[in-house]
Structures are given as structure tokens and as C-alpha cells.
């Protein structure tokens, strides 16, 4: 598992409709500069900044210089991790429920067999 | 699944091809696959009101009592585990008679949030602040 420090920070990166756009946006069209993010925002300039530094401590993003440019691209990987700890009690109870339900179905058909 | 500040509950439903009574005694027994109970390292398991059960799955500790037996149509136990934070949580499953067979529903309530809490808490006080800003700065243009 990852630690729970970082699941402050995903959460609190994905809490606000910006950063959720703007993430979304990187996942669409991949590695994009600084300009081409804050371009179809009306937002301050200064304030995408302080968007993108919560979304690069979550680790949900990553910079990386091309000549003298930047660009900034989307990591997965902190997501699946929030939604797989969402979703420990999810998945525990769908798997026993469904073995449930599976037992009592194979139960009828052998009734019907017999 | 719904959310609330505190808690985290989970909320299932499966129809099953069996009479509710039938289902019900189904969900007590730890040999039936699927019963929570079923797969275990150890097994004390005293399903009456007041009862405890202990389950060791993996190293892992899990406790209750029961709360609730009403055949055919409740049961109800808590739920505690290292996954719980020591926090009691609530499952409380209904059984309804549907057509031939029983509508069942699984509600486990009470998970501790800490985190998501904690979170939701900082992303409230992202939007407060911006509000505070934005109704600052408006009446400072007004003055």
C-alpha cells in the first residue's frame, strides 16, 4: 500500500473542479505546456500555479523539460491507489455476495437435475 | 455508496432464488461460500443476540456481537478490525420476499473516514477561503 499522508494530498488535490479539469484535460490530450493548461481557464495566472503545485505534491502530475520548454503530463498511479483504499469494503462484500448468490443459483439447478 | 463528513457506509443488494427464511439461515451458517464467515483461519461464531464471533482471515483480527436476529427478515451485527481503526461498525442485512425469491440487502455503516474527513475538511476550507475572498475583495471595491 502506499502511505496515508499521500492520501491527504490526493485527496485534497482532486477536491476542487480546476485541478479535476485540468487533469482531465492532461489525460485527453497528454503533455502540455504551462500556457496551453492555463490558456481555457479563467483563472489567474498565479492561481493555476497553485494548482498545479497541489496536483504535482499528490503526485498526480510531472514536469519535465524538453529544450526550453516544459511540459506537464498526468501519473495515474496515485488515483488507483485512492480508489482501490475506497473501495476495500466494496470489493470484500460484492466478492462474498456474488459466491452467495452463485451457491444458491447452483442449489435450483441441481434441484431442477434432480 | 453514500458519504457522510464522518463515516464511510457501503450499501448492497442481490436477489437471490430462495425463500427469505431459507436465505436467512443460509447467511448463519460458515459453511455456506460467500457468508462473510466462510473462508478463515479461525472461527468462534455465536450467532444470537448478544453472541460474539471472532474471525481470523490473513492475519487479521475481526470482532462483533450481535445486535439483531428478527428471522427471516434482519439481522444485525457490529464489526470491528485493525481496518476499522477500533471504531465498532454497523452490518445490517434485510431480507424481503421478492416474487419467488429474496430481495437481500447488505449495509455496512460506521467505517471511520479519517482521512477522506480530513480531506473534505481542507477542500471545504479551500472553498470558504476563496469565498471569504471574493466577498473581501467586492466590498473593499464597494468602499
Redesign the interface.
Same mark, same amino acid.
Do not use: E, Q
Given at each position: 500500500m502506499f502511505n496515508m499522508e499521500n492520501l491527504d494530498d490526493i485527496f485534497t488535490a482532486i477536491s476542487h473542479s480546476s485541478r479535476r479539469a485540468i487533469l482531465g484535460r492532461l489525460a485527453e490530450s497528454g503533455p502540455a505546456r504551462f500556457t496551453d493548461i492555463a490558456e481555457p481557464f479563467d483563472l489567474a495566472l498565479n492561481s493555476v500555479t497553485k494548482h498545479l503545485k497541489l496536483l504535482e505534491r499528490a503526485g498526480l502530475i510531472k514536469r519535465e523539460k524538453r529544450g526550453r520548454e516544459v511540459f506537464i503530463s498526468i501519473r495515474g498511479q496515485p488515483l488507483r491507489a485512492a480508489a482501490v483504499w475506497m473501495h476495500d469494503y466494496e470489493r470484500f462484500w460484492n466478492k462474498r455476495l456474488d459466491q452467495f448468490e452463485e451457491y444458491f443459483k447452483d442449489k435450483r439447478k441441481k434441484e431442477k437435475k434432480a | 455508496?453514500t458519504k457522510s463528513a464522518k463515516t +464511510?457506509e457501503?450499501k448492497?443488494e442481490?436477489? @437471490?432464488?430462495?425463500p427469505p427464511a431459507e #436465505?436467512f439461515d %443460509?447467511?448463519l451458517n460458515p459453511d @455456506?461460500?460467500?457468508?462473510?464467515w =466462510?473462508e478463515k483461519d479461525k472461527l468462534i461464531f455465536n450467532p444470537k443476540v448478544d453472541g460474539l464471533w471472532y474471525w481470523l482471515i490473513t492475519g487479521t483480527s475481526h470482532y462483533g456481537r450481535f445486535t439483531e436476529i428478527a428471522r427471516p427478515n434482519r439481522i444485525q451485527h457490529t464489526w470491528m478490525s485493525k481496518?476499522t481503526l477500533g471504531e465498532e461498525s454497523t452490518v445490517t442485512l434485510t431480507f424481503e420476499k421478492k416474487g419467488d425469491g429474496t430481495l437481500?440487502t +447488505?449495509l =455496512?455503516a460506521g +467505517?471511520p473516514d479519517a482521512? #477522506?474527513a480530513?480531506?473534505?475538511e %481542507?477542500?471545504w476550507n479551500?472553498f470558504l477561503d476563496k469565498l471569504t475572498n471574493h466577498f473581501g475583495t467586492s466590498m473593499q471595491r464597494r468602499a
Open positions: - | 455508496m +464511510l457501503f448492497f442481490r436477489t @437471490i432464488p430462495a #436465505v %443460509a447467511w @455456506i461460500p460467500g457468508t462473510p =466462510h481496518n437481500m +447488505l =455496512h +467505517l482521512d #477522506v480530513k480531506s473534505h %481542507a477542500g479551500y
